[in-house]
C-alpha cells in the first residue's frame, strides 16, 4: 500500500499535476542532491522538515486514514531519492530512474556483454560495468548512462545526437565507435575513439575537447586537466565507410615528407620532424603489412632517427641527411 501511494505521488510530480509550492520543494531537494557539495545532517533535516509540513498542509482536510499514507509516501520518497543518491553516486537524474521506460543492465559475470539499443547501436559491455538506457528513444536525443567500461558502435542520426554520460564527463556523438571507460571510485577516465568524431565535456568546469579517429583521452579529477594522447593501436581511417585513403606503403627512394603524408592521411594523426635536414632524407622499403608504430620504427631505424609521441603529434627526431 505505501508503494502505491509513493508511486502515485512521484507521477504527480512527474505528469507536471503538482502545485507551485510541491514542485519547488520536489526541486529545491533534488537540487541539494545533484549539489557539489555534501548536504549536512542539520540542512537535510531542514529541507525534510519542510516536505514534511507541505504534506501535513493539504492532510488537514482529508480522512486520518489518507493522511496516514500521504505522510508514508512522503516518507518513502525521501529515503529512496536518499538511497539512490548514495547508490549512483548523482550519474543518473531522479527522473530518469523513475521512468517506466528505462532499462539497467549490469555485467556481473567475468565476459563481456552485448546490449542492441532501439536505434541500432551496438555496445559491448566489459565486466563489472552497468549501463542505463531507454527502452526507446521518444525524445529529441538518445541518452544513455554508464557506470563502468563499454564500446559503443553507434547508429547514426544527425537529427537525434547520442550522449554517453558517466562519473566524469558527458560525451556527445551522431554516429562513431569509440570506447569508454569511468568507474565511480577512479580519479581519472578513458575514451578512445575508433571511427568519427566525439565531443567531450566534463561534467563538473564544462572543459570541452573534440576527438577524431586513433585520439583518446583522461580525464584527471585531482589535476581537473584532460590529458590528451593516441591509442595503443591506431587503425587506418579507410576501416570507416566514408574515408578514402588509398596509399601504398611500397616505398623506393620515396622522399620522407611523402611518406610522412602518406602516414597522416591513412591515421588521421599529426606527424612533424623536428629537424629541417630530415626532408633530404629518402627511404626504400615495404611496410604495408606494419602497424603504425612498427612501421615509424622500421623507418626510424633506417634513417638513424627516432620518433616519439607527445599528446597526440608523433615528433620524428634525428641529424637528418646530407645530399
Known amino acids: 500500500m505505501s508503494t502505491e501511494a509513493y508511486k502515485e505521488l512521484l507521477k504527480r510530480y512527474l505528469d507536471g499535476k503538482c502545485t507551485e509550492e510541491e514542485k519547488v520543494l520536489v526541486e529545491e531537494w533534488y537540487a541539494t542532491l545533484n549539489s557539489t557539495q555534501k548536504l549536512t545532517d542539520t540542512a537535510y533535516i531542514q529541507l525534510e522538515n519542510k516536505i514534511w509540513e507541505k504534506v501535513a498542509e493539504q492532510t488537514q482536510e482529508q480522512k486520518p486514514q489518507s493522511r496516514i499514507w500521504l505522510k508514508i509516501a512522503a516518507a518513502v520518497l525521501i529515503f529512496t531519492l536518499g538511497l539512490w543518491y548514495a547508490n549512483n553516486n548523482k550519474l543518473t537524474p531522479v527522473t530518469y530512474m523513475l521512468s517506466s521506460n528505462h532499462v539497467k543492465t549490469e555485467n556481473k559475470s567475468n565476459h563481456i556483454q552485448n546490449i542492441a539499443l532501439s536505434d541500432g547501436t551496438q555496445v559491448t559491455l566489459y565486466p563489472n560495468s552497468t549501463l542505463y ?112 585513403t588509398d596509399h601504398s606503403f611500397k616505398f623506393n627512394e620515396a622522399p620522407l615528407t611523402q611518406i610522412i603524408g602518406s602516414l597522416e592521411d591513412t591515421y588521421g594523426l599529426h606527424i612533424e620532424m623536428e629537424n629541417p635536414q630530415l626532408e633530404k632524407c629518402t627511404f626504400t622499403g615495404n611496410l604495408e603489412d606494419e602497424n603504425l608504430f612498427k612501421k615509424l620504427e622500421l623507418l626510424c631505424t633506417t634513417l638513424g632517427a627516432k620518433y616519439e609521441v607527445k599528446n597526440t603529434t608523433i615528433y620524428i627526431k634525428g641529424s637528418g641527411c646530407n645530399q
Do not use: C
Not at 570506447?179 to 575508433?194: G, P, Y
Open 133 to 244: 538506457y531507454s527502452s526507446q528513444f521518444t525524445g529529441n536525443t538518445r541518452e544513455v548512462y554508464l557506470d563502468g567500461k563499454a564500446f559503443f558502435d553507434v547508429a547514426s542520426n544527425k537529427q537525434k545526437p547520442f550522449y554517453v554520460k558517466n562519473h566524469h564527463n558527458t560525451i556527445h556523438v551522431l554516429g562513431t565507435s569509440f570506447m569508454v571507460e569511468s568507474f565511480k571510485k577512479l580519479d581519472k577516465n578513458s575514451i578512445e575513439v575508433f571511427t568519427g568524431k566525439v565531443w567531450v565535456k566534463e561534467n563538473l568546469d564544462e572543459k570541452e575537447l573534440i576527438l577524431t579517429p586513433n585520439m583518446k583521452v583522461s580525464y584527471n579529477t585531482v589535476t581537473k586537466n584532460f590529458e590528451e594522447g593516441i591509442v595503443q593501436s591506431p587503425k587506418p581511417l579507410d576501416q570507416q565507410k566514408d574515408a578514402i
